[in-house]
């Protein structure tokens, strides 16, 4: 059975766009070699860290949500730890609760994306 989680990471400021998307492009591509199902990503963009991570006080954010079997994590942290682009990471399983609620939020963006502005002004 597929399960579903979040994983969030963090690059190092120091690359370019060019890398950074190239890191990204790397693990999706690396969970989908692996029957992961990609749900939804999110660019989080450039954040101040909350503390410093290898003297770097800034970081690439970055989220993918995706459905996968639960061995794939051992294998996609394992390659996250030997990636020396990234500061951080982080991934969690999702329960139910925490589905709906993504799923809530994405909806409500989309709809406050596609509601032009004049609009809203009313």
Known sequence: ??????????????????????????????????????????????????????????????LIEFNAEGSVIADLEVAYKRDERLLRFLTVSLDKYAIAYNEKKRNAKKVADETPANEEEK
């Open 1 to 62: 059975m597929l399960n579903r989680y979040e994983t969030v990471f963090i690059v190092t400021p120091v690359l370019s766009e060019d890398q950074m998307k190239e890191t990204v492009e790397k693990y999706t591509n690396f969970l989908k070699e692996h029957g992961a199902e990609i749900i939804y990503t999110n660019n989080w963009g450039m954040r101040k860290l909350a503390y410093p991570i290898r003297k770097k006080n800034t970081g690439f954010y970055y």
